[in-house]
């Protein structure tokens, strides 16, 4: 069974941070592109990171891309997402999708991937 996995969410206070993790279980992640994007109660899906299979390719939205660092352990089989200085308009669950492709990723790919690949979810709430 192919499954993906989220966790690390939780309670953080503005400005911490949070490490979140993606496990791929029944295949292998190296060969897939890893989005992550959250949803928030009553908003649009958001994405927020592309982590492309290839060495050092990846992507963000601009309103991430200075606090949010995607990587990929592919002996772990899993991918991370990294976010600091975490603001109140953070607070949503956050979802790892994964696609297979070997493309290095862009904005075309971080705002069109297709998410029907994904995990259940981790929720974030930042707030103090």
């Known amino acids: 069974q192919l499954q993906l996995v989220e966790s690390g969410g939780g309670l953080v206070q503005p400005g911490g941070s949070l490490r979140l993790s993606c496990v791929a279980s029944?295949?292998?992640?190296?060969?897939?592109?890893i989005i992550w994007f959250r949803q928030a109660p009553g908003q649009e899906r958001e994405r927020a990171a592309c982590?492309?299979?290839?060495?050092?390719?990846?992507y963000y939205a601009d309103s991430m891309k200075d606090r949010f660092t995607g990587s990929r352990d592919n002996a772990r089989n899993t991918a991370y997402l990294q976010m600091n200085n975490l603001k109140p308009e953070d607070t949503a669950i956050y979802y790892c999708?994964?696609?297979?492709?070997?493309?290095?990723?862009?904005?075309?790919?971080?705002?069109?991937?297709?998410?029907?690949?994904r995990g259940q979810g981790t929720q974030v709430t930042v707030s103090s």
């Open positions: 999708a994964a696609l297979k492709l070997d493309y290095y990723c862009s904005d075309y790919l971080l705002r069109t991937g297709n998410l029907d690949f």
């Open positions: 029944g295949f292998s992640l190296d060969e897939y592109v």
């Open positions: 982590i492309s299979p290839r060495p050092r390719s990846t």
